[in-house]
């Protein structure tokens, strides 16, 4: 038996009375909708609630499954520890889970850190539904840094599990939307916070959620949204299942977005198959990117689809533009997969004979040697999207009022350690941003005293 139903639902610890104070009167309309929710959940008496949460475990390029029986946990880091949980897991769920994710390579299970404390972003949902009722057993899940199309995959995979193992279950996507809604807010205000808490909640209504993958990363962060992973693999539990969406509430009175809706499923409907539209409509887009960008770009998507599906190193083409083969200069290869960085290595000066050598060996690099992923696999190639930074030559400056984010990359340097960030990159739109960030990557620690440079990229798509 599939999931029955799914909820949206925030997690702000201001709705429980005695964390809020009476400052939850603020948010009334959410906490009606939440009882009303509450109350259908219970309605369902289901075996197993499984609930995604941002603010469980969460690692780049892996989904945490908690394990083990039990975990506790209070809301006492909001001043109230009277309010307490203890909740048993269905550990045959998540074994179901776990299996099946081990059995397709997925990046997903009970591996890593084995927190039994249960964070705010389960309890608040817990606080409301343990109103009505209690003979559940639970499965927490948390989000990761991987693709929207990862979470979405997820989904699916959880709804299959649900099916083996023949649970009543349902799936509470646990996430607030934009925390940037009002200037006089905890976040402060950015115009993609109400823009962000509009879309998400005219898509979610509608239960278009082909449409959640859509949403650029770079968009996402700068509204500073909590849920939306969350609420894509909620969406991956109905791919090719029509459903039955319900908005009970939106508020942003506290300059943080929190919505809560509901998801019956219906038949089967080839139409809602989003996962293979989305998979289609991406290879066509990436093939026609490859299909159209320069011979610097072009050489970094040969030499990666050869190594990666051959093994082998490409040999420097005749044909290339004389720059290429006469000039040096250090460069880096990016690589992204449906909207997600996937690799990114290069070189500030260069090291070999010639740029196309340079763009031949970090694209190999950027393909199998970024520490932050694993290497790319040949299911993933039709996918890949590739650009080439070819770095101009370094330049001391004296300070960051030399600096322009959009024009100049940036070198932060002390005697035994660098760092560097390239020009113009999506969510980094301050000088301050580029430097701290670059900073973080060298391990420069506030307060060492550092040099800059900056330089200059010609970048190809």
């Known amino acids: 038996m599939p999931v029955?139903?799914?909820?949206?639902?925030?997690?702000?610890?201001?709705?429980?009375?005695?964390?809020?104070?009476?400052?939850?009167?603020?948010?009334?309309?959410?906490?009606?909708?939440?009882?009303?929710?509450?109350?259908?959940?219970?309605?369902?008496?289901?075996?197993?609630?499984?609930?995604?949460?941002?603010?469980?475990?969460?690692?780049?390029?892996?989904?945490?499954?908690?394990?083990?029986?039990?975990?506790?946990?209070?809301?006492?880091?909001?001043?109230?520890?009277?309010?307490?949980?203890?909740?048993?897991?269905?550990?045959?769920?998540?074994?179901?889970?776990?299996?099946?994710?081990?059995?397709?390579?997925?990046?997903?299970?009970?591996?890593?850190?084995?927190?039994?404390?249960?964070?705010?972003?389960?309890?608040?949902?817990?606080?409301?539904?343990?109103?009505?009722?209690?003979?559940?057993?639970?499965?927490?899940?948390?989000?990761?840094?991987?693709?929207?199309?990862?979470?979405?995959?997820?989904?699916?995979?959880?709804?299959?599990?649900?099916?083996?193992?023949?649970?009543?279950?349902?799936?509470?996507?646990?996430?607030?939307l934009s925390h940037k809604l009002k200037e006089y807010g905890p976040y402060g205000y950015v115009k993609e916070g109400p823009e962000y808490d509009e879309r998400v909640m005219d898509v979610l209504s509608r239960g278009s959620f082909g449409e959640l993958l859509e949403f650029d990363e770079g968009f996402c962060e700068k509204a500073a949204e909590c849920g939306h992973r969350s609420f894509v693999i909620m969406a991956g539990l109905w791919d090719g299942i029509s459903v039955q969406s319900t908005m009970y509430s939106h508020e942003d009175v506290t300059g943080v977005g929190y919505g809560i809706l509901s998801f019956y499923p219906g038949k089967e409907d080839p139409e809602r198959c989003f996962l293979k539209k989305y998979m289609e409509d991406k290879k066509k887009d990436a093939e026609k990117k490859k299909q159209e960008a320069d011979p610097y770009v072009r050489l970094a998507y040969e030499t990666v689809e050869r190594y990666i599906g051959e093994g082998s190193v490409i040999d420097v083409p005749d044909d290339l533009p004389k720059d290429m083969l006469d000039k040096r200069a250090g460069a880096f290869v990016s690589i992204h997969e449906h909207g997600a960085l996937r690799g990114c290595i290069g070189t500030i000066l260069p090291v070999t004979k010639n740029i196309a050598r340079e763009i031949i060996q970090n694209a190999i690099s950027a393909s199998t040697k970024d520490p932050r992923f694993s290497p790319i696999r040949p299911d993933e190639l039709p996918f890949l999207e590739i650009n080439v930074d070819i770095l101009g030559d370094p330049e001391d400056i004296g300070s960051e009022d030399e600096l322009d984010v959009k024009r100049y990359g940036v070198i932060v340097s002390t005697k035994t350690k660098r760092g560097l960030l390239l020009p113009d990159l999506d969510g980094v739109d301050t000088v301050r941003q580029q430097v701290d960030i670059a900073k973080r990557k060298a391990g420069i620690t506030d307060g060492e005293e550092y040099s800059l440079q900056r330089f200059e990229v010609v970048r190809h798509f």
């Open 4 to 176: 029955l139903a799914s909820f949206v639902v925030p997690h702000p610890p201001l709705i429980v009375p005695a964390v809020g104070r009476g400052g939850e009167k603020e948010i009334q309309k959410t906490t009606d909708s939440y009882e009303k929710v509450a109350k259908m959940i219970a309605s369902l008496k289901p075996d197993t609630i499984i609930i995604s949460s941002p603010h469980s475990i969460m690692y780049s390029d892996y989904f945490h499954i908690s394990p083990g029986k039990e975990a506790t946990g209070s809301l006492a880091s909001f001043r109230a520890p009277e309010v307490s949980f203890s909740e048993k897991y269905d550990h045959e769920l998540t074994g179901e889970i776990e299996r099946l994710c081990e059995s397709r390579d997925f990046p997903a299970g009970t591996l890593g850190e084995r927190q039994k404390e249960l964070d705010h972003g389960t309890m608040v949902p817990l606080y409301f539904i343990r109103k009505y009722y209690n003979d559940f057993k639970l499965v927490r899940i948390s989000l990761s840094g991987l693709s929207l199309l990862t979470h979405y995959e997820f989904g699916s995979i959880i709804n299959e599990a649900v099916s083996n193992t023949n649970r009543n279950a349902v799936f509470v996507a646990s996430g607030d």
